[in-house]
């Protein structure tokens, strides 16, 4: 009769086995190593290994995810291996596969629905950058918005429908906008325009709808769904509009649509946009909202002109009535203290300011 310590080694060795059929074994680098991991199994993990029968040839992940506790603690281990072995779409993206090992997704009951979801893709990467994030998972929109993302066409002439995922992914995957009454809507806007009004994730300065889409400013403001459709369809200002728009000083101000208009109806003059965003945002938000790769259009206009006297003449244009809220706004852009203090401007400068406002009275 064998003893317990003859029964785990004898145990040991099956394990042992299914490891060098499935090429696992080096992944421990030492017999230390791979004896304390043997230890340590327990009685559902071993059984899961033992009884592993899959074609090692249809797996084309990382073969050792296969040992990943999370994986091997389901009771249903070999049928969950059989489905990600099933994913034929994610040919240069199988490193991906970890994210369908999470906790959150192993315990989802849409885990295989939504395996069968993300083998329709076109490609299966954009799926898997979310499937095993929890905001997704538990989204009230999930089955839609994962339809949706399997699904979409970039509706423009570019043909990027990988931008196009992108911006799905974003949105589905963000809790302000799910959390939002527009998620839905935005969403349908994003697919309605496609790529040429959107931008990739971790790109900047941000300028697109998808972004506006999960900015929690925006999100909060009662012109969201307008500043949505505005956004998409004048993307040449769109880092000045994005700026405007997700400011919340700016979307409280009494002239915020009026600050909106005079940008949109002067987009062909870049310099004049980029002063009605310095105006309504202050200079640090303004030059940020640049185009790096662009012109800097701040400090063109700095060496013309005395940025301060622009900055009234803006406000004149815009019409705000509230004088003392006009100040207001005017001391909180602020300007170079030699500006400040010079109330007399050199007849050069005071001409530059009549022909810079003259030149886009008309625009």
């Known amino acids: 009769m064998l003893n317990e310590k003859n029964k785990t080694k004898i145990l040991n060795l099956d394990i042992i086995r299914q490891l060098k059929k499935y090429d696992i074994l080096n992944t421990f680098t030492s017999k230390k190593e791979l004896d304390m991991w043997l230890s340590e199994l327990n009685s559902l993990e071993t059984h899961n290994i033992l009884t592993l029968n899959v074609d090692s040839e249809s797996i084309k992940f990382d073969l050792n995810l296969l040992i990943d506790r999370n994986l091997l603690n389901t009771l249903d281990y070999n049928k969950r291996v059989e489905a990600l072995a099933s994913i034929k779409n994610a040919e240069g993206w199988y490193h991906l596969f970890d994210r369908m090992l999470r906790p959150e997704f192993l315990s989802s009951n849409k885990f295989y629905q939504d395996i069968e979801t993300l083998k329709r893709a076109e490609c299966a990467q954009t799926s898997l950058w979310i499937i095993g994030e929890s905001t997704f998972i538990n989204s009230p929109y999930h089955d839609e918005d994962f339809e949706l993302l399997v699904t979409s066409k970039d509706t423009s002439d570019n043909d990027f429908d990988y931008v196009v995922w992108d911006a799905i992914a974003m949105v589905s995957n963000n809790a302000d906008s799910i959390n939002s009454e527009y998620h839905r809507q935005d969403l349908q806007t994003i697919v309605k325009y496609g790529s040429k009004s959107l931008q990739m994730s971790h790109t900047y300065p941000k300028m697109a709808i998808n972004?506006?889409?999960?900015?929690?400013?925006?999100?909060?403001?009662?012109?969201?769904?307008?500043?949505?459709?505005?956004?998409?369809?004048?993307?040449?200002?769109?880092?000045?509009?994005?700026?405007?728009?997700?400011?919340?000083?700016?979307?409280?101000?009494?002239?915020?649509?009026?600050?909106?208009?005079?940008?949109?109806?002067?987009?062909?003059?870049?310099?004049?946009?980029?002063?009605?965003?310095?105006?309504?945002?202050?200079?640090?938000?303004?030059?940020?909202?640049?185009?790096?790769?662009?012109?800097?259009?701040?400090?063109?206009?700095?060496?013309?002109?005395?940025?301060?006297?622009?900055?009234?003449?803006?406000?004149?244009?815009?019409?705000?009535?509230?004088?003392?809220?006009?100040?207001?706004?005017?001391?909180?852009?602020?300007?170079?203290?030699?500006?400040?203090?010079?109330?007399?401007?050199?007849?050069?400068?005071?001409?530059?300011?009549?022909?810079?406002?003259?030149?886009?009275?008309?625009?």
Do not use: W
């Open 211 to 363: 972004y506006l889409a999960v900015n929690p400013v925006s999100l909060k403001d009662s012109y969201h769904l307008e500043n949505m459709e505005i956004l998409a369809q004048n993307q040449e200002i769109g880092n000045f509009l994005y700026a405007v728009m997700t400011n919340p000083q700016a979307t409280k101000r009494r002239n915020y649509r009026s600050i909106i208009r005079e940008m949109i109806e002067n987009k062909n003059n870049i310099g004049y946009v980029f002063l009605v965003c310095y105006y309504a945002i202050g200079e640090q938000a303004a030059v940020e909202a640049q185009n790096i790769l662009e012109r800097n259009y701040f400090y063109e206009i700095k060496n013309s002109y005395n940025i301060l006297e622009l900055l009234k003449k803006v406000d004149e244009r815009i019409n705000v009535i509230d004088g003392e809220f006009k100040d207001i706004t005017i001391y909180e852009i602020g300007c170079n203290d030699s500006e400040c203090d010079n109330q007399d401007l050199s007849s050069q400068k005071k001409k530059k300011i009549r022909s810079f406002f003259k030149k886009n009275k008309s625009l």
